[in-house]
C-alpha cells in the first residue's frame, strides 16, 4: 500500500484537560449510575399550575437513609440548598469551574452544580454540615480557624469537604498532594496557602490523636 493511500492512526492526546476531564466524569458518572433501578415517577403541579414529572430517588444524606422526589433537572446543588435547607453548600460559578459546591459522592470530591440530583438513586452524599457532631467541629474545621484559612468564607465548605475526601483517601499527604488534590478550588480571596497549610496540621493532628490512643489502649 503506498503511504499516501496509508489510513492515519487517530492522535492520541498527550494531556487531559480540565474541562474534558470533567465531561469524562459526568460521562462515567452517568453510566456507573446506570444501574439502581429508579422506583417511580409522580407528577407535581407547580404554583404556576403545571405538571412536571417527579422521579423517586433513594439516598444516604449525611448518614441518613433519605426518600426523595426531584425534578430530572434539578442539579446536586438545588435539591440539597432549594429543597432540603442545605445551604452550608455554595454556588460559585454554577458550571464546574470553581469547587464552592463541593460534596462527597461516595466518599469522593465532586462539584454538586455539574451532577443531577436523580443521579444520587443508591448513592451516598455528604455535605459540609455533617462534619461538626454534637456541636464540636471536625479537626480539620478547627485547623481551617487555627490557620486563618477562611477569609470571605465562600470558597471554605467547597475546601473542607475536597480536604475531607482527600485525608479520608490518604491520611498523611505531602503539601505537593494536598495542593494537587485541592487544585479544583478556587479561592478569590487567594488563601492557598493557609488551606494548604491547614489540611497538613489536620493530618498532623489526626496522626498524633491516633498514635496518643493505640498507647493508651496498649497501658491498659
Ligand atoms: S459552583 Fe460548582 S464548580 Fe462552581
Ligand atoms: S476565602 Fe474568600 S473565596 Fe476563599
Not at 407547580?46 to 444524606?61: D, H, K
Amino acid at each position: 500500500m503506498s503511504k499516501a493511500k496509508e489510513k492515519k492512526k487517530p492522535r492520541v492526546p498527550r494531556t487531559l484537560s480540565r474541562r474534558k476531564f470533567l465531561q469524562g466524569t459526568g460521562a462515567a458518572l452517568a453510566v456507573a449510575t446506570a444501574g439502581p433501578k429508579i422506583e417511580a415517577q409522580v407528577t407535581v403541579p407547580t404554583a404556576a399550575g403545571e405538571s412536571v414529572p417527579r422521579t423517586t430517588i433513594r439516598l444516604t444524606l449525611n448518614g441518613a437513609e433519605r426518600r426523595l422526589e426531584v425534578e430530572d433537572r434539578w442539579t446536586l446543588v438545588e435539591l440539597l440548598r432549594d429543597h432540603l435547607g442545605l445551604t452550608g453548600t455554595k454556588i460559585g460559578c454554577d458550571r464546574g469551574e470553581c469547587g464552592a459546591c463541593t460534596v462527597l459522592l461516595d466518599g469522593k470530591p465532586v462539584y454538586s452544580c455539574s451532577n443531577l440530583a436523580v443521579w444520587m438513586d443508591g448513592r451516598s452524599v455528604q455535605t459540609v454540615e455533617s462534619l461538626g457532631q454534637n456541636g464540636r467541629l471536625d479537626p480539620l474545621q478547627q485547623a481551617f480557624i487555627d490557620h486563618d484559612a477562611p477569609q470571605c468564607g465562600f470558597c471554605t465548605s467547597g475546601q473542607l469537604m475536597c480536604a475531607k475526601g482527600l485525608l479520608t483517601e490518604n491520611s498523611s499527604p505531602t503539601a505537593d498532594v494536598v495542593r494537587a488534590a485541592m487544585t479544583g478550588n478556587i479561592c478569590r480571596c487567594s488563601g492557598y496557602n493557609h488551606y494548604v497549610e491547614a489540611v497538613l496540621a489536620a493530618a498532623t493532628r489526626s496522626a498524633s490523636a491516633t498514635e496518643r490512643s493505640l498507647k493508651e489502649g496498649g497501658s491498659r
